[in-house]
């Protein structure tokens, strides 16, 4: 089995175990950088790919939820969005899957992105043992990924002395 479909099992079976968990709370602190996208760029819809269970999108938002871990929200989207989202994902996919899975997310935007990526390993832990967070990479990395991509906000959350911060790149 490769890592993608390992980490997706995995995944299912944490949702599955942990029904008060990953259930898109990490959206709740975006939603303000978010609206001023939505100002901004006009949008009219959002894709919020790698959802968890979605229980924090706001009610007036015209939001389909993707997470391939979630029962109700597997289905890939075959139709983009003005604006797809991904908080708190990235980090949870496999390495060798990420350039696949930036291609996908940056596709399927009509207008823009907007990623967060947490930058230090997760509190979670799969029941295979291992971190939820399996490509825990500094921001320049990440950045040298997005760099043949436009239209998009990251912000990078990072650990430096144990204390949090975020970071914010446009691209």
């Given at each position: 089995?490769?890592?993608?479909?390992?980490?997706?099992?995995?995944?299912?079976?944490?949702?599955?175990?942990?029904?008060?968990?990953?259930?898109?709370?990490?959206?709740h602190g975006y939603v303000a950088d978010i609206e001023k996208?939505?100002?901004?760029?006009?949008?009219?819809?959002?894709?919020?790919?790698?959802?968890?269970?979605?229980?924090?999108?706001?009610?007036?938002?015209?939001?389909?939820?993707?997470?391939?871990?979630?029962?109700?929200?597997?289905?890939?989207?075959?139709?983009?969005?003005?604006?797809?989202?991904?908080?708190?994902?990235?980090?949870?996919?496999?390495?060798?899957?990420?350039?696949?899975?930036?291609?996908?997310?940056?596709?399927?935007?009509?207008?823009?992105?907007?990623?967060?990526?947490?930058?230090?390993?997760?509190?979670?832990?799969?029941?295979?043992?291992?971190?939820?967070?399996?490509?825990?990479?500094?921001?320049?990395?990440?950045?040298?990924?997005?760099?043949?991509?436009?239209?998009?906000?990251?912000?990078?959350?990072?650990?430096?002395?144990?204390?949090?911060?975020?970071?914010?790149?446009?691209?």
């Amino acid at each position: 089995m490769d890592t993608y479909n390992e980490y997706l099992e995995q995944a299912k079976l944490y949702h599955k175990n942990n029904p008060d968990k990953w259930e898109g709370s990490t959206l709740h602190g975006y939603v303000a950088d978010i609206e001023k996208i939505i100002k901004t760029h006009k949008i009219d819809t959002i894709l919020n790919y790698g959802s968890g269970k979605a229980r924090f999108v706001p009610p007036h938002w015209y939001c389909r939820n993707y997470d391939p871990a979630v029962a109700g929200f597997e289905i890939s989207p075959k139709a983009g969005a003005d604006l797809v989202i991904c908080v708190d994902v990235l980090e949870h996919i496999p390495e060798n899957h990420i350039k696949n899975t930036l291609h996908i997310i940056f596709f399927l935007a009509k207008k823009f992105v907007f990623l967060t990526i947490a930058c230090y390993p997760a509190k979670a832990i799969l029941p295979n043992g291992k971190n939820a967070h399996y490509t825990v990479k500094p921001p320049e990395w990440w950045i040298e990924k997005l760099k043949h991509y436009k239209n998009y906000q990251v912000i990078f959350d990072v650990k430096i002395n144990n204390e949090r911060k975020r970071e914010v790149v446009n691209g």
